[in-house]
Structures are given as structure tokens and as C-alpha cells.
């Protein structure tokens, strides 16, 4: 199981892998061709912009959602976004039924 399985990301590109757990790495990397570098900088460094991220992130989340909603509705969803956004279904022979 992956992380993002196990932790329920939506993350469809990977972008946590690539940047986060790559830059966490990079930041840590430095230890090994600084000698002037701490361990404890270098994590200090990584939980700092964890929180910048986490911050800023929820800040702009909620202005977003308080504005035009994060959500379409539970019909929409259900529909999908061709209908919903589009006014057209892209597949239609695949069509879902309510039972």
C-alpha cells in the first residue's frame, strides 16, 4: 500500500513525491556536503515549510470555499462534470442508472 493510498491523498500526479518527499531529501542532502550543516537546521528547516505550506494552503482553501465552494453538488457529482460543466455527456454508452 502507498502512502497516499493509506493516508487518502488525492494526489493523481504525484506531486508529493516528486516535490515533497524529493525536497525533504534535498534539504536533508545537505548534511552530507556541508560540513557546517546541522541535522537539527535541516529538520527545523523541513517543519518550517511544512507549516508555511499548511498555512498559507488552509488560508487560501477557505477563502475559496467561503466564496465559490471547493464542492459541486451531490447530483453533479453523481451526473459528473461532463453534464454538470459541459452540458454534454462524453461517454454516453457508459452511463450510471440510480437504483
Same mark, same amino acid.
Given at each position: 500500500?502507498?502512502?497516499?493510498?493509506?493516508?487518502?491523498?488525492?494526489?493523481? $500526479?504525484?506531486?508529493?513525491?516528486?516535490?515533497?518527499? *524529493? +525536497? =525533504?531529501?534535498?534539504?536533508?542532502?545537505?548534511?552530507?556536503?556541508?560540513? #557546517?550543516?546541522?541535522?537539527?537546521?535541516?529538520?527545523?528547516?523541513?517543519?518550517?515549510?511544512?507549516?508555511?505550506?499548511?498555512?498559507?494552503?488552509? $488560508?487560501?482553501?477557505?477563502?475559496?470555499?467561503?466564496? *465559490? +465552494? =471547493?464542492?459541486?453538488?451531490?447530483?453533479?457529482?453523481?451526473?459528473?462534470? #461532463?453534464?454538470?460543466?459541459?452540458?454534454?455527456?462524453?461517454?454516453?454508452?457508459?452511463?450510471?442508472?440510480?437504483?
Amino acid at each position: 500500500i502507498t502512502l497516499d493510498t493509506k493516508f487518502k491523498l488525492d494526489d493523481p $500526479v504525484g506531486a508529493i513525491s516528486v516535490h515533497g518527499v *524529493v +525536497g =525533504i531529501w534535498g534539504l536533508l542532502a545537505v548534511c552530507l556536503s556541508n560540513p #557546517d550543516a546541522t541535522l537539527t537546521a535541516q529538520l527545523l528547516g523541513i517543519g518550517v515549510i511544512f507549516a508555511w505550506a499548511f498555512a498559507t494552503s488552509f $488560508v487560501v482553501w477557505f477563502i475559496i470555499k467561503a466564496i *465559490v +465552494g =471547493i464542492r459541486v453538488s451531490e447530483e453533479e457529482e453523481y451526473e459528473g462534470l #461532463d453534464v454538470g460543466e459541459c452540458g454534454l455527456e462524453a461517454y454516453p454508452e457508459f452511463t450510471q442508472s440510480r437504483s
